[in-house]
């Protein structure tokens, strides 16, 4: 891989990091505040999920002698988090308002693989962790769709 080509590879997995720090952020609230067992285990097995990826991409990274370790999550996903919990706090449907929200965020970070998923310069190795991550996500969002079928 060239250099440039590396450094775009290191720029794209930095940013699934980050998206990925915000969904960390993002479902331990939400873990922590559901009001229904139902919620709690759904975010929960979210927060995990998203924990092993995140693990997963700071491999990715160093392997490409990027420096992890600088990777935070980014003001846009805090400021998604707190409109969600205003919204949260004062909707009588707290739990639809959340699902809602997860799902949105969902299919924006599939998104953002798929995008990643173009670059033809991925490693073969690489490409199988982010095609499992976004399987992974794609398996959490029908987890969630179904559950808000049985909420709206």
Known sequence: MSAAANDK?????????????DSIEGYKQSADSSPGQEFTTLFTDYLIQRREYAEEL????ISLGGDASTV???????LGRLWTNIKTT???????TALEAC???????IA????????TELSAQLREILTGQKEGIERALTRG???ARVYN
Request: aromatic share 4%.
């Open 112 to 119: 953002e693989y798929e995008k990643v998923l173009e670059n």
């Open 9 to 21: 590879t290191l720029e794209q997995l930095k940013h699934l990091l980050s998206i990925t720090t």
């Open 103 to 109: 799902m949105a965020d969902e299919k924006a970070v």
């Open 145 to 147: 769709e179904q559950l």
């Open 90 to 96: 004062i909707s009588s449907d707290a739990e639809r």
């Open 72 to 78: 935070s999550g980014g003001t846009f996903s805090a």
């Open 58 to 61: 700071k491999s990715a990274i």
